[in-house]
């Protein structure tokens, strides 16, 4: 293939050397090939790759992170825009302003904003990209008391399908500005996030009681009361492991986080309990994947507005009779609430701002002949809490297709998403996401 595409960066092809270093995703599952990378070092780059892209006709990706499961971002044959060479981040501590490029990673703008004690919300494995998590949304800790990593947004930066750079504000293209926050990576590529950070401190506080899977319902039911009226400051979980112990409990950012010790082991003896002061760059790090990279992966998930009895013995069962089996997924719960529940649903393209609980189904494998089993136990595990969902995140979809999106937008968003669509990329130029199709 030739191509006339000039690089600040470089252009990586098929035999070039870190050629599949470039196009190795957080999903081991994914294995294809791009004709063509361009690792991209300055805005000049995108806009190049994104008109060499239209001018050959290459199905284009978008790589920050990597960690679509789908490994949306490595089209094969096509042309992968990669953006880790624009990783950096500047902090400005007396406006609590960041800008954040957008191949940056949250362990990037954690550190960076850190260093004076700010943040704000991200999720909590460090390698993610900061891009694919804020534009479908951005759940993390600090949700319930400062908003979705998309409400924090003060301005995007962004290559438009047509190759030009627009930036994306309550007072500059308001349209593209409302559907960049939780409409995914649909209308173009975001070259830079504009944050507003918010003085945390640096520490944090993890709590976590497992119970065995016979006497966890009682103590998923208080936890759930315990949730519905916890501070904001903390974010209670809840999960049962690949081994089959049950979890409950909370993580809070800032001190006093022991306030709600007492009210949480009153719900029953746990079996080992864990309260760990540690600071929130450890926090925010300590999910971090063994492995990373090498690890295939499979993920279904849910909005809960309620945790009903039935519920709670679904999740502990996680589509079997009674909890056991062999490659059962790892299964959790993510207190929503708070500050997420005070943005009008209007306002963002996120929806489903009135969830009380996330639920995920997840499962990690090396063997590539455990793929069908483990993909057909989280299938199960998931399918098993739909009766109890509404909803879901955008982030979390994997191989649902239109219906995913569809239950992740309501139809009003969504005819206004389209409406998006229509006005900045109508040839659906981007579609290797979570496809918001234009409508003609």
Known sequence: MTTALNLDGHLVRPGDTGYDD??????????????????????????????TAREQDLELGVRCGGHSSQGLAVPDGGLMIDLTPMGGVRVDPV?????????????????????????????NVSHTGVGGLTLGGGMGWLARRYGLACDNVLSFEVVTAAGEVVRASRDEHPDLFWGLRGGGGNFGVVTEF???????????????????????????RGWADLAAHAPRAATFTASVDGTGFASVGY??????????????????????????????LALQSRDDTVGRHALRRYMKGHYLPELRDDAIEAFLRRGTVDGVGRHLPNVGLQAYGGAIAD??????????????????????????????????????????MLPFA???????????????????????????LTEVKDAYDPENVFHLNQNIRPSR
Request: hydrophobic share 45%.
């Open 95 to 123: 406006a609590r302003r960041a800008w954040v490029q957008g191949g940056a990673l949250l362990g990037a703008l954690d550190r960076a904003a850190q260093r004076h004690g700010l943040a704000t919300t991200a999720g």
């Open 194 to 220: 504009e944050f507003q950070l918010h003085d945390i401190g640096t520490r944090a506080l993890s709590v976590e009681l497992t119970f065995d899977l016979a006497a966890a319902a009682p103590v998923l």
């Open 251 to 280: 993580v809070w950012v800032g001190d006093r986080g022991r306030t709600l010790l007492p009210a949480l082991r009153a719900l029953g003896k746990p079996l080992t309990e864990q309260v760990s002061e540690l600071s929130y």
């Open 343 to 384: 943005v009008a649903d209007e306002d963002t393209a996120f929806s489903h701002r009135r969830t009380m609980f996330e639920y995920g189904a997840s499962t990690s494998w090396r063997d590539p002949r455990e793929d069908e089993a483990r993909m057909a136990a989280a299938r199960a595990a998931g399918a098993a």
């Open 22 to 51: 470039a196009r190795t995703v957080w999903n081991a599952m994914v294995d294809r090939r791009p004709a063509l990378i361009a690792r991209c070092a300055s805005v000049a780059d995108v806009v190049a790759a994104v008109r």
């Open 390 to 416: 509404s909803g879901v995140y955008v982030n979390a979809l994997t191989d649902d297709g239109a219906d995913g999106v569809r239950r992740a937008y309501p139809p009003a968003k969504l005819a206004r």
